[in-house]
C-alpha cells in the first residue's frame, strides 16, 4: 500500500489553457475525493466518487471543472479555460467503503494560473 | 448545512507546554468529527477521528480530543509539545451514506508555532 499519489506535483499555466490532474488512491477504496485548498484556508470540498459514479457536486465545481473515474481506479480531474482563480492545491483522497471511512489525503498538485 | 470554526488562527506555544486547539462544528446530526495534521508542503495526515461512543479519543503523536455534544466543540489537546509539533492544524466534520463517507467540510485550520 503506497498511499494516495497525485501528478503532478506542481502545475505552471497560462490564463485560458487547460490542465488536467490525475489521482490514484488506495487500491480497493471504493470512494474517491477531490478538495481544493487556497492560501491561508481549509481545503474546500469539490466532488467524489463511489467505484466509476461521481455521487456529488460540490457548487465550487463550475462548469469549467470536470472529473472522470471511468474504470473506478484513477480520477482525472480537468479544468477548461484557466483562470488566475484557479490558483490553488488541488487534493485527492481516498476512502474505503467499511467503517470507519478514514479519509487518506494525498500530497496535492499545486496549480498556478499566471 | 454543516459548518467548523476554528476561532484562533494562530497559537504560539513554548516546548514542553501543553496544547489546546478549539473546535467547535454546526451539524442536524450526529457528527463524525476529525482532526488533520498539515506540515508544509505535505499532504493532509489523520491524527484522530470521532464516530460515537467515547467521548474523549486517542490519537497519534500523543494527541487527544473531547467530544462536547452540549457545546458543539471537538477540542484538541496536548499535555506537552514538541518542535516537530509546528505545523497547520485543520478539524473538519464529516457524514455517511450509502456505504460511505460523503465530502468533509473542514474549519480554516490553526496555525501552530513553538517556540523553543
Known amino acids: 500500500d503506497t498511499g494516495v499519489s497525485q501528478d503532478p506535483r506542481h502545475k505552471i499555466t497560462k490564463r485560458g489553457q487547460n490542465v488536467t490532474f490525475r489521482c490514484d488512491p488506495i487500491?480497493?477504496?471504493?470512494?474517491l475525493y477531490w478538495y481544493r485548498q487556497t492560501l491561508g484556508q481549509g481545503p474546500e470540498f469539490l466532488t467524489y466518487f463511489q467505484n466509476e459514479a461521481q455521487l456529488e457536486k460540490s457548487r465550487l465545481l463550475s462548469d469549467r471543472f470536470s472529473a472522470e473515474r471511468p474504470k473506478g481506479s484513477f480520477s482525472t480531474l480537468e479544468i477548461q479555460r484557466t483562470e488566475q482563480g484557479d490558483s490553488a492545491m488541488y487534493l485527492c483522497a481516498s476512502s474505503p467503503g467499511q467503517l470507519p471511512y478514514e479519509q487518506y489525503f494525498g500530497p496535492g498538485t499545486r496549480l498556478t494560473v499566471t | 448545512a454543516q459548518s467548523v470554526t476554528q476561532p484562533d488562527i494562530h497559537i504560539t506555544v513554548s516546548e514542553g507546554a501543553s496544547l489546546e486547539l478549539r473546535c467547535n462544528y454546526s451539524y442536524g446530526a450526529t457528527p463524525y468529527l476529525f482532526w488533520y495534521v498539515q506540515s508544509p508542503g505535505q499532504g493532509l495526515q489523520l491524527l484522530l477521528k470521532y464516530f460515537s461512543g467515547d467521548t474523549l479519543v486517542q490519537g497519534i503523536k500523543g494527541f487527544e480530543a473531547e467530544f462536547k455534544r452540549s457545546q458543539s466543540s471537538f477540542n484538541l489537546r496536548k499535555p506537552s509539545v514538541h518542535w516537530s509539533d509546528a505545523a497547520e492544524y485543520f478539524c473538519a466534520v464529516g457524514s455517511y451514506s450509502g456505504g460511505g463517507a460523503d465530502g468533509l467540510t473542514f474549519g480554516k485550520g490553526t496555525h501552530l508555532i513553538i517556540q523553543p
Open positions: 487500491s480497493e477504496h471504493n470512494r
